[in-house]
Structure formats: C-alpha cells, structure tokens
C-alpha cells in the first residue's frame, strides 16, 4: 500500500469529532499526514489542581479499518525534546502495519512541540565559558512565565496517562526511542494498569549513568565500526590503516588544530562529529574515508562533517529540566572524565559535563521519586531492540534486563547503530510482538541476516 493510499484511506475515517473526553477534529500534520488533533489541559503543578494550567496538544492517528483492536499504539518521542506530532509521518511508514487495525497516539510532551513549549532566546554571541552560561540560564529562567520544576519525566507521563484515559483506551502498548524509552519505563512504574505491551527502542535502564559513559560506549562503537571495515576486503585495500587513521586525526587535531576555509578544525569539534556519524549505519560507512583523507591533508570531508555554528541554538527548558534533575541523566566531571579517559571522546565529554554542570547550576530541581534511581520491574511484555554499533544506547546498558523485566526480550541489530526500528526487519518485528502481546516464541531470525551499508 502506497502511503498516499494509507494517508486517504486513513482520512476516509475520520470524524468531526471524538466521542471521547477530547473533542478531536480533522487535521493534516506533517507530511500530509492525515489525523484528528485536539488539545488537553493538565494542570501545571500537578499537586495543585486548581492552579496554572498548560494545553497539550494531541494527535490520533485512526485505524485503516476503523479500529478493531481497542489498544492504540502509544509513540513517546525521544529527546528530550522530541515533537510526537511532529513525527507523524516517520511514525506512519515505520508502524504502517500497526496501523491496519489500531489507532497510533502522539502526544507532544509538555515543554515540547505545541504543548507549552519553553525555549531561552538564542545568545547574541557565543557563551563559552561556566560563568557565562550560568548567567544565560539564570536570565532565560527569570524571564519564564512557568515553572520548570514541574517539566521533568514524572508529570509528563502522568499527563500522558490522563490523555490515554481521555481518549477512552483502556490498555495501550507503548513505543519509545531513545530518551523516549527511558519515559517508557517511567510510565511502566507509574501507570502499569494501562500498559499492555511496551518497545524500549535504542534505551538506557534507569540505574546505568548513560552520559558519564558516553566517551566509552563512543569509543567501543568506533573501533567495532572500523574493525568491520578492516574485516571487508575491498574497504581493508582502500584503507590498509583503517584501524588507527580515526584516532590518529583527533591525536593531531589535539596537538594543533587545523585550518580549512577560515575554519579552525578542533579535536573536540571533529570527534563529536565522528560521533554523530557513528549513530547510523548510513554515517558510520563515511567515516574510514573521511579520516582516510584528513590523514592525507584534504580536509573537505572532515569540514562537511564537522557543524559550522557560531553560537548554540535556543536551549529548551523542558531538557534542562529533565537532565538537571533526574537521577538517570547525572553527570558528574570527575566521574565522566575518568570513564571517558584514554578515548576519542574524551575532550569532548570532558567539555559537556562542564557545560553541563554550570547550566544545572542555574536551573531550579525537581523533587524526583526514589523508584527512579533503580531499574522499573514489570512483569509486561517488554521487547528491547538495540543496535550492535550504537555508540549511546548498546547494548550493555540493557544487560541482564530480564531480572527486572522477566518478560522481556532484547533484540540487537548487527552493525545498527541509535534508533533500530526503522532498519531491515525490525519494524514488523515490532509489529508483530504487539499483535501478539508477547515475546515469547517471536522469531527474530531475519535480524541476523541484516548487513549494514557497505563503506565509502
């Protein structure tokens, strides 16, 4: 089915109104995506119902054959950050057989999207140092007309647990990417009688310190990148010293940066860069060659790469308020300097907990509940794909997941990097785990026979 024809028959659907608790009317988002959108009010401070209210804004995507199955398929949007409305026509083609018999939900997370989304002003110039960034945060944080305390994980997803009962459902099964699946687990703890199944996608378990390890799971995903390069005969002739060439370029930029069309190329700035790459199968082929001809003297490849922006982008409140205060996201210095030592990252992990560290220290806490501190139990139906090369999320920040998770499964992607859902046959996978409402017995040998993009 073509997705045009998905988009029509989809729309043929929809009603001028839900006959739920959220009056819905006919929307096109994104990409034409056609669907019913409506807004839902939540109070600010949820332990103050009576107080400041936000507006939440709501898609439904409906059924192709007008819903026979009552459980919708909830996407949380990854981030923190992440638009879920936004996302409709990705989430579309990647859940188009989800679609055939259930509604897909998106719901922007407050602070993001059009659900009271709160941004700083972007800096007039570049603010480089702690000093300087804590007086930018200070600013934004004075100038709010909201409370940030109250736009962490928790309420977001009681809000979304609001939403769902709002909209009639009784049992949803839940998709999150990312920081999209750490959310999931969040709502597992919270709201377990309204999960029927849940997909943690390219996810961290609560209890493992995902930005202190960065530089190391960075550095891991590199060399098992390049060592599949040095494993294919063609790409093994074109870079005889696949192996070291990428580590040799950020040593060289960190003895003297270098200069490419008034740019000044430095190791920190290069080595985010090769992270970046390094997050999908389609950028991790680019990477032998680009440190292959950096090597060599030709910087074009690098500097294509590499981000030419003078100053940060506006920073959203809602991931400030998240990373500040929740206890999965810490960030200590010293902790991450010392894991990151001895890798490609190092600089540049070793600069983000700095900045890091000065922007939290502008920025007012949220009271987070203990269970966060730990791993979620759940005796649901819990499928966990994963990517072999993801240098963020691999797969040993899920390890041993079924002693709090006995119903769970972990799939990983050889050569997948952050974000596997969309890859080879993963997304029928998925598909079909929720059909069935259990992982056991799912075959997943298709995954096997995936091969990554070959190399440049």
Request: aromatic share 6%; proline share 8%; glycine share 8%.
């Amino acid at each position: 089915m073509t997705l045009a024809l998905a988009a029509l028959l989809a729309f043929a659907s929809i009603g001028a109104a839900s006959p739920t608790g959220i009056p819905l009317e006919r929307c096109t988002l994104a990409g034409g995506v056609e669907a019913r959108c409506g807004t839902f009010t939540v109070p600010e401070n949820r332990t103050q119902p009576d107080g400041r209210t936000i507006s939440l804004r709501v898609a439904v995507l409906p059924a192709r054959d007008g819903g026979t199955k009552p459980d919708p398929l909830v996407y949380i949007a990854g981030g923190p950050g992440g638009s879920a409305v936004a996302a409709a026509l990705p989430v579309l083609t990647t859940f188009s057989e989800t679609l055939e018999s259930r509604d897909i939900v998106l719901v922007d997370q407050r602070g993001t999207g059009h659900s009271n989304r709160l941004a700083c002003a972007r800096p007039s110039s570049p603010i480089v140092t702690p000093a300087a960034i804590r007086v930018y945060v200070r600013s934004c944080m004075a100038k709010l007309n909201a409370d940030p305390r109250q736009y962490t994980t928790e309420p977001a997803m009681d809000d979304l647990a609001d939403v769902i009962r709002a909209l009639g459902y009784r049992q949803v099964n839940l998709y999150g990417g990312s920081y999209g699946a750490t959310a999931a687990q969040y709502f597992l703890a919270q709201h377990p009688e309204l999960v029927r199944t849940a997909i943690l996608d390219s996810g961290t378990l609560l209890d493992v310190p995902i930005f202190e390890l960065w530089g190391r799971n960075g550095h891991r995903a590199l060399r098992a990148i390049l060592e599949r390069c040095a494993g294919s005969r063609a790409c093994k002739a074109r870079y005889p010293r696949v192996r070291e060439e990428a580590f040799e370029l950020i040593t060289a930029l960190r003895r003297k940066p270098a200069r490419f069309r008034g740019r000044l190329m430095r190791a920190a700035a290069a080595a985010d860069a090769i992270q970046s790459l390094t997050r999908s199968p389609a950028g991790a082929a680019k990477i032998p060659r680009i440190a292959h001809r950096a090597r060599l003297g030709d910087w074009a490849p690098l500097a294509r790469a590499v981000p030419n922006a003078d100053a940060p982008g506006p920073a959203q409140v809602m991931y400030l308020s998240i990373v500040c205060s929740e206890p999965w996201a810490r960030r200590d210095p010293k902790r991450t300097a010392l894991a990151s030592r001895g890798t490609y990252l190092a600089d540049t992990t070793r600069l983000e907990a700095t900045v890091f560290a000065a922007a939290c220290s502008a920025v007012p806490k949220a009271d987070q509940p203990a269970w966060s501190k730990a791993r979620v139990r759940s005796d649901k139906p819990v499928l966990l794909t994963m990517g072999g090369s993801d240098p963020q999320d691999p797969p040993s920040n899920v390890a041993n997941a079924a002693r709090e998770l006995p119903n769970s499964r972990t799939v990983v992607v050889p050569g997948g990097g952050h974000g596997v859902v969309q890859l080879w046959c993963i997304s029928r996978l998925t598909y079909e785990f929720v059909e069935r409402g259990t992982a056991v017995g799912l075959d997943t040998r298709c995954v096997s026979r995936y091969r990554p993009p070959p190399f440049r």
